[in-house]
């Protein structure tokens, strides 16, 4: 049911977005293997060498080729970053479901959502963090593939009853999406920080979030 219903998130999220393995040419979006070979080279070096390694040059360097083929088929480096955080969301969510038991409570199906997704981007480096937490502002406010997802999940426990009506679910999952993200990144990016000190910090952020959601 939870895989489900993420799944639809993710669909809807990136649909609305338009953040799509499509490309640009004279206004019409296409899709084509060039398109994909820059997604995949562009994914490659961002989650290996960062962000900050992943430019325009560099992939057509890399692709031998003009930069024009880059800018017939995506907007700019913006929008490819955007494309390798869906990637990266995609394969968190993934695998932090694989930790889900349907059977469980909402609190505690959420709660094993939260704990594995942590589990995952500590065993990734911190380039692959970096893309987790990536987002975008737009007129409605901040965006982010994970948080959407939240949203969408208390969002429903609001429907079950199993999260009070007067809570603001994006408020709700903001709170989270930046603890659990913000601490798993400080383990991903520092050594000396150990694993449990941060789950239990991770773990007791998001208790008080959740102890204010409870009806």
Known sequence: M?????????????EKNGVMNMAFSKGKRI?????????????NIGCREGADALTVTRLCRELNCDRRVIYNRFRDIDEINMIVAQRCNEELMAKAREAV?????FYDRLAALLRAAFAYIYEKNAHFQHYTALYKVTD???E???????TELIREGKKTGDVRAET???KAAANIWI???GISGMLAANTNYKYQDGLDTMLYGVGAVLAYMKP
Do not use: C, M, W
């Not at 982010?144 to 939240?150: E, F, R, T």
């Open 140 to 142: 409605e406010g901040v």
């Open 179 to 181: 603890i659990t993200t």
């Open 168 to 170: 603001d679910s994006n």
């Open 144 to 150: 982010n593939a994970v948080l959407q997802a939240l």
């Open 101 to 105: 038991n349907p059977q469980l409570s």
């Open 2 to 14: 939870i895989d489900h219903f993420l799944s639809n998130i993710y669909k809807g999220f990136y």
């Open 31 to 43: 899709e084509d293997e060039t398109s994909k070979r820059i997604v995949d080279l562009a994914v």
